[in-house]
């Protein structure tokens, strides 16, 4: 069966925005250049040859993108390593291995919440992390990252993975004074310069500015498990 490549582009691109990625950002994570997701996308590009890595990359399967099937989803296991920012309802496929949920809310702006260690809770890790030394989650606390992530839901954490721009992380601030509590934010991933971490909010969007010595550490998020 020939492919619409008019159709083909337009589910790349309404799943691309339903993630909240741009045309770079798309093409940096499955190595094609911004123009030529683009041409995909306008449906002037013949079928292309990393079709089943955009796939991936937008958590889905190749049949729906080639619209041969309504479902969006690919396969599980797939989603769960398709990090950052798998997202699951339950169920699914838990470990036996156990990881802290530290943090708790600290009734701050922008989602702040305090992440001094302290162990809140636990939670079986997801496949992702279940080799991961030092992997914990944390609750998601107010409504600046919705509709990515709505509080009270659990995000994993990989502390070993290295941020890349476009992922979903987990910052945490150093105290701005001697015991203050160290903050924590969960925001995307934009840039970091030697003067500063640059991140995105969604609700409302904006960039978020921290200034480069405040901030203490940088985790990615891997996972996600609505419903607590």
């Given amino acids: 069966m020939q492919t619409d490549m008019t159709d083909l582009g337009t589910r790349i691109r309404e799943r691309r925005r339903e993630l909240g990625l741009t045309q770079a950002e798309l093409g940096e994570r499955v190595g094609m250049k911004q123009q030529s997701i683009q041409s995909v996308e306008d449906g002037k590009a013949q079928r292309p040859r990393k079709l089943r890595e955009i796939a991936r990359a937008l958590r889905t399967s190749e049949a729906f ?35 802290p949920i530290l943090g708790r809310g600290a009734g701050g702006v922008d989602g702040m919440f305090v992440l001094n260690g302290e162990k809140v809770g636990e939670v079986r890790a997801i496949p992702p992390l279940e ?98």
């Fill in 65 to 99: 993108l080639l619209g041969e099937t309504s479902n969006d989803e690919g396969p599980l296991e797939e989603r769960l390593s398709l990090t950052p920012n798998a997202s699951e309802p339950h169920p699914v496929p838990l470990m036996s291995r156990t990881i």
């Fill in 131 to 228: 080799q991961v030394p030092n992997a914990y989650a944390v609750y998601v606390f107010g409504d600046s990252m919705e509709p990515r992530f709505s509080s009270g839901e659990i995000v994993y954490v990989d502390p070993v993975r290295p941020p890349r721009r476009g992922d979903d992380v987990v910052v945490q601030l150093k105290a701005e004074r001697d015991g203050d509590p160290p903050a924590g934010y969960i925001k995307r991933f934009l840039r970091q310069t030697a003067d500063q971490v640059v991140l995105q909010q969604f609700n409302p969007e904006q960039e978020v500015t921290f200034p480069a010595e405040r901030v203490f550490r940088i985790h990615v998020i891997v996972g996600l498990v609505t419903g607590g």
